[in-house]
């Protein structure tokens, strides 16, 4: 018989385009990484997962991270260089960074307790869990990765 995965089943779930959760890549707060102020999260790992100099300077000028991101997973465009285990440090960088610069994406996270955290997108596997929940989750596993480094401060 199945057995029930409890721990999806209690797991805080979110997606990266909800515009209204804090601890969305695509919400509005803007964050100062690098020297350069970008207006989303999305819009910083997508710039710098392009080999492009000028395609990243394109996704900085985008409004929306939801735009961001369509422009950047395009396939056509070259990513850089071992983006497979680049493009996650970027992300858990500029989510450290917005947690560092705004309170209610701290409460927000800390809010979530012991609980899973995942990113319920059913089309990208590498982001968030996919459709048959086998994704690798790289979002939700960075925000779980900066709420336990939050507790030991």
Not at 68 to 97: D, H, Q, V
Request: proline share 3%; aromatic share 12%.
């Amino acid at each position: 018989m199945f057995t029930a995965n409890l721990a999806m089943e209690k797991a805080y779930q979110f997606s990266r385009f909800d515009l209204s959760n804090p601890l969305s890549t695509c919400s509005a707060h803007p964050i100062l990484l690098e020297d350069e102020n970008w207006l989303t999260c999305e819009h910083y790992v997508q710039a710098k997962c392009l080999r492009s100099v000028s395609q990243g300077t394109k996704v900085a000028s985008l409004p929306t991270g939801e735009k961001a991101y369509s422009y950047g997973k395009a396939w056509y465009r070259r990513k850089i260089e071992a983006y497979n285990t680049t493009a996650p440090i970027l992300m858990k960088r500029a989510l450290y960074i917005k947690v560092q610069m705004y309170e209610e994406v701290k409460a927000a996270l800390l809010a979530t307790e012991e609980r899973l955290i995942i990113e319920t997108s059913q089309y990208d596997y590498f982001w968030g869990i996919g459709r048959d929940q086998r994704g690798l989750n790289h979002i939700g596993k960075a925000w779980m990765d900066i709420r336990e480094k939050l507790r030991e401060v």
